[in-house]
C-alpha cells in the first residue's frame, strides 16, 4: 500500500481578511449541514478510486474550520475513517481561529482523532491587526492554547506574518516573545505577499499603505529566524520553524511531492501523475461534488521543476541522488549553466549529495533561475 495525504477545505469565514485571496465566502451559515453532506460524499467517491491506498496525514484547513459548529470536525473525521485505511497515530491537523475555538470544540477533536492544531495569530499587535481585518485578539489566542491543552491537544502551530505594512523588528519580536510564553511546538512565519483582488492590494496601490522595503522585510526575515533558532525552533522549511520532532509531517509530504487528495471547494489534488481541482463556485459543488476541473497529467519537465522548486524550499534542500533515481538523469548535468552561475554569486552550495539554498530571502530569484 502507498502512503497518501488528504487535505479537506472548509471556505467558510466570519469575515475576509484583507491580505486573503483563498477560495472562502462570509455569512454562508446556512449552507453549513449541506456542504458537511457534499463532502461526505466525495470522500465516499474518492475512497474507491484510491484502493490499495492508507492515509497518513489528514489537514483539514480553510477558511476557518473552527467557525463550525460543535459535531462537524468530527462528522468530517469519521467519515474519512469509514472510507479509508487511516494507518494509526496519523497526523490529523486543524486550523483555527482564536476567536472561534471553544474548550467544547477542542475537546470534540481530541476525541475523534485530532492531534495537531494549526492556530492563527499572524500578529499580537491590534493596530497590525486592524490592517489584516482580523477577527481576534492576543487574548482569545492565549485562551484557544489553553482549550486545546485542556482537552489534551499540545501539538500546537502558530502562524505570524511579517513583512507588513507599518511593521517593524520590535513588533515581530514582541509577538515571538508571546508565542514562546504559551509554549508551541512549530511556528510558521510568512512572508505578506500582497496578491491583487485583495482589499489590502488596494489600500496598498491608493496608498493608504505602504510596504515595507526589500532590505527591511530581509533584516526582520533574518533576525526572525535567528530568534526562533536561539529559543527551540529549528527551521526545516522557509518558512515553517519546530521543536526536534514537530515538523508537519502533512506539509512535508507537500514537499517531498507526495500524493495528496484534496477535497472541498477549490481543492487541489495529486494523485497517479495527474493533477486536477475542484470548482471554486459553492453551488456547483453543493449540486455535484464530484467535478475534477482542469484535469493534467504530469510531464517529465513539469515533474522535474516542481521537484526543484519543492525541494529547494527546504533546509535538506534537493538531493541528488533523488533527482537521478526519479528523472533517470543528473542533477548537475542537466543545470551545469545555472548551477555555476548561483555557486559564482553565493547563492547556493553544493555539498554532500544536496543543492542547498544559502540566501532564502531571495528564494524565487533562484527557483527561476532554473526555469
Known amino acids: 500500500m502507498k502512503g497518501i495525504s488528504l487535505y479537506i477545505h472548509i471556505p467558510f469565514c466570519k469575515s475576509k481578511c484583507s491580505y486573503c485571496n483563498f477560495v472562502s465566502y462570509t455569512n454562508c451559515e446556512k449552507f453549513f449541514d449541506k456542504y458537511i453532506n457534499s463532502l461526505i460524499k466525495e470522500i465516499k467517491i474518492r ?42 497515530n496519523a497526523e ?57 491543552k485542556k482537552a489534551g491537544i499540545y501539538n500546537i502551530s502558530a502562524d505570524i506574518m511579517i513583512g507588513l505594512p507599518k511593521q517593524n523588528w520590535f513588533d515581530v519580536r514582541k509577538t515571538l516573545k508571546k508565542v514562546f510564553k504559551n509554549y508551541v511546538t512549530h511556528i510558521s512565519a510568512y512572508g505578506l505577499i500582497l496578491e491583487e483582488n485583495t482589499p489590502l492590494f488596494d489600500e496598498v496601490k491608493k496608498g493608504k499603505y505602504k510596504m ?95 521537484f526543484i522548486m519543492l525541494s529547494l524550499r527546504t533546509t535538506k534542500g534537493l538531493n541528488i541522488f533523488e533527482y537521478t533515481k526519479r528523472f533517470k538523469t543528473h542533477f548537475i548535468k542537466d543545470y551545469e549553466k545555472q548551477i555555476l552561475k548561483l555557486l559564482k554569486n553565493r547563492s547556493i552550495v553544493v555539498f554532500d549529495g544536496y543543492v542547498k539554498v544559502l540566501k532564502p530571502e531571495i528564494l524565487n530569484l533562484i527557483i527561476q533561475e532554473f526555469f
Open 47 to 88: 475512497s474507491k478510486e484510491c484502493k490499495n491506498c492508507e492515509i497518513k496525514t489528514i489537514y483539514v484547513g480553510g477558511g476557518t474550520p473552527s467557525i463550525l459548529p460543535l459535531g462537524s470536525i468530527s462528522k468530517i473525521v469519521n467519515s474519512i475513517k469509514k472510507s479509508f485505511l487511516v494507518v494509526e
Open 92 to 148: 490529523i491537523t486543524v486550523e483555527a481561529n482564536p476567536n472561534s475555538l471553544t474548550l467544547e470544540k477542542a475537546i470534540e477533536w481530541q476525541k475523534c482523532g485530532v492531534n495537531r492544531v494549526s492556530v492563527g495569530l499572524q500578529a499580537s499587535n491590534k493596530k497590525l491587526l486592524k490592517i489584516l481585518k482580523r477577527p481576534h485578539n492576543y487574548k482569545d489566542f492565549e485562551n484557544a492554547i489553553c482549550f486545546l
Open 212 to 306: 515595507p522595503s526589500d532590505n527591511k522585510s530581509v533584516m526582520i526575515y533574518k533576525k526572525t529566524c535567528k530568534k526562533l533558532e536561539k529559543n527551540g525552533f529549528l527551521q526545516y522549511e522557509i518558512s515553517n520553524f519546530s521543536q526536534k520532532g514537530f515538523e508537519s509531517k502533512h506539509n512535508l509530504n507537500y514537499w517531498n511531492r507526495g500524493e495528496f487528495i484534496g477535497f472541498g471547494v477549490g481543492a487541489f489534488s495529486f494523485f497517479d501523475g495527474v493533477h486536477w481541482e475542484n470548482t471554486e463556485q459553492l453551488n456547483q459543488y453543493l449540486k455535484n461534488p464530484n467535478n475534477k476541473l482542469n484535469i493534467e497529467k504530469e510531464t517529465l519537465d513539469s515533474a522535474k521543476k516542481e
